[in-house]
C-alpha cells in the first residue's frame, strides 16, 4: 500500500490572485486548512504528489482533447497566467518521467490514458502547489480529466480511472499522495462568476465523504449545468480521488463560499487505512 | 462563425511567449494565420471581452486573454455582461449548449441575487 495521502482542494485562481478582496477572516481560515493540508502530505510522507485537475486550455484543445491526461516529465513549468495577475510568480516544478512512466504503464491496463512529455501548469495545478508545496520541491505527476471541451469524461469513466490510479500508485514503491482539485459548483469566468450553490456544494461533499459510488455518480452534465454551473463539471476530479481512496470515509476540513474567489472553497480528505 | 478558430488562437495565445510577443507587436498580423471572420478579427484586435463572449468564447479561455491585457477582475466581467447586453446571448459554444440564460435566469432558478 504506497497511497499515503488523498485529499481535494480548490484551485481557483482568484484565491492567490484576488486574496486582498476577500473577506481576511474567511480567508485567513481557509488558508490555514491549505496549510494543515501541506502538513498532513508531509507528514504522511509522500515522494511524489499527483494532482489531478482540470486544466483551462493550457495545454490540451479541441483539436486532440484527451479525456485524461498524465504528465511524463522531470519538470513543468509554469504558471501560463500573467504571474502578477495569479499573484505566483514563474516557477518550474520537479516531475519524475520513470515514476510517471511505471504508473501510465499499469494505468493502462484498464482506462484508455493520453500521455505527455510537455505540460504547462496553469491555476489548476499552480494554485494549490503554491500552498502545498510553496518552495517546488516535492515531485508532481500532472493529471488532467476533460471537464472543459464537451464531450466531456463520463464520471462513470472518472471513478474507473481513480481505481486504475489507486492499482497503479500501490504498484510502485514510492510513496504518493493523490491530491484533486476544481470546482465545486460555480460559474467561472463568467458573468455568473461569484455565484456560488451553497446547498448543493454540502450535497456534493457528503456524498463524496460517505465515498457512496451510486449517489457520486448520480449526476448528469445538464442538472450540474443547471444546478452547479460549467464549473460544476470539475466534480470528476473530486469523483477520480474517491474511487482511488477505495471505500475510505472523508472528512471535510473547510468548505466555505468565498464570492471573490468564485467558488465554495474547500479542502478535505480520506481516512485511509495504511 | 469559426468559433474554434477563435478559441484556438486564444489558446496558442495564452501559454506561448513568443506568440504573445508577437501579438503585442502586430494583433492583425498575428492573427493573420487563422481562417477568422471580420468580426472575429476585429474583436481579437481590439480586444473587445464582450462580443468575445458572446461570440462563444469559453471563459477559462477568455479570462486568461483579459489578463494578458492586465483587464482588471470586476471590469472582465462586466465586459462581459456588457457584451451580452449589446449583442444578445452567446451564439454557440459551451454556454449556448447547455442553454446560457443570462446572469438574471440564472440567479432566479437559484433562488439567488444577481451577483
Known amino acids: 500500500m504506497t497511497l499515503v495521502y488523498a485529499g481535494v482542494c480548490s484551485h481557483a485562481p482568484g484565491i492567490t490572485g484576488r486574496a486582498d478582496q476577500a473577506d481576511p477572516d474567511v480567508k485567513d481560515r481557509f488558508y490555514a486548512a491549505f496549510d494543515q493540508m501541506a502538513a498532513d502530505i508531509e507528514a504522511s510522507g509522500a515522494e511524489a504528489i499527483i494532482v489531478i485537475a482540470a486544466e483551462h486550455f493550457a495545454n490540451f484543445f479541441m483539436n486532440n482533447m484527451p479525456s485524461f491526461a498524465i504528465g511524463m516529465a522531470d519538470s ?10 495569479l499573484g505566483i510568480d514563474k516557477f518550474s516544478a520537479p516531475g519524475d518521467a520513470d515514476l510517471s512512466r511505471r504508473i501510465i504503464t499499469e494505468v493502462m491496463q484498464t482506462v484508455d490514458v493520453s500521455y505527455a512529455e510537455e505540460w504547462k501548469f496553469d491555476h489548476g495545478i499552480a494554485v494549490p502547489l503554491h500552498f502545498l508545496t510553496p518552495k517546488f520541491d516535492t515531485t508532481i505527476i500532472p493529471v488532467n480529466i476533460n471537464c472543459q471541451g464537451p464531450p466531456l469524461t463520463p464520471i462513470t469513466r472518472a471513478w474507473a480511472f481513480g481505481e486504475a490510479l489507486r492499482r497503479a ?19 467561472p469566468a463568467t458573468p455568473d462568476s461569484g455565484k456560488i450553490n451553497e446547498a448543493w456544494d454540502q450535497d456534493f461533499l457528503d456524498r463524496w465523504c460517505r465515498n457512496d459510488k451510486a449517489a457520486l455518480l448520480d449526476y448528469t452534465d445538464e442538472q450540474v449545468y443547471a444546478d452547479a454551473g460549467q464549473g460544476g463539471f470539475e466534480i470528476r476530479t473530486f469523483i477520480t480521488v474517491a474511487a482511488a481512496a477505495g471505500g475510505a470515509k472523508g472528512t471535510v476540513h473547510f468548505c466555505e463560499p468565498i464570492p471573490i474567489f468564485a467558488v465554495s472553497c474547500t479542502v478535505a480528505s480520506y481516512e485511509l487505512s495504511l | 462563425m469559426s468559433l474554434y478558430y477563435v478559441q484556438k488562437f486564444l489558446f496558442e495565445l495564452n501559454r506561448d511567449a513568443e506568440m504573445q510577443a508577437r501579438y503585442a507587436t ?6 493573420e494565420p487563422f481562417e477568422l471572420t471580420e468580426e472575429e478579427q476585429a474583436a481579437l484586435v481590439e480586444p473587445d471581452i464582450g ?5 462563444g468564447v469559453n471563459g477559462q479561455i477568455l479570462m486568461h486573454f483579459a489578463a494578458l491585457h492586465q483587464i482588471e477582475w470586476q471590469d472582465y466581467l462586466q465586459r462581459m455582461r456588457d457584451g451580452i447586453a449589446e449583442h444578445g446571448p452567446v451564439r454557440e459554444g459551451v454556454y449556448a449548449m447547455t442553454g446560457y440564460e443570462g446572469t438574471d435566469a440564472h440567479a432566479k432558478a437559484l433562488g439567488q441575487e444577481t451577483p
Open chain 1, 169 to 187: 500508485v500501490d504498484s510502485v514503491p514510492e510513496k504518493v499522495a493523490i491530491v484533486g482539485t476544481g470546482g465545486i459548483s460555480h460559474w
Open chain 2, 51 to 55: 462580443k468575445l463572449f458572446h461570440l
Open chain 2, 26 to 31: 502586430d494583433r492583425q498580423a498575428a492573427i
Open chain 1, 76 to 85: 513543468y513549468p509554469g504558471p501560463i497566467e500573467d504571474p502578477a495577475w
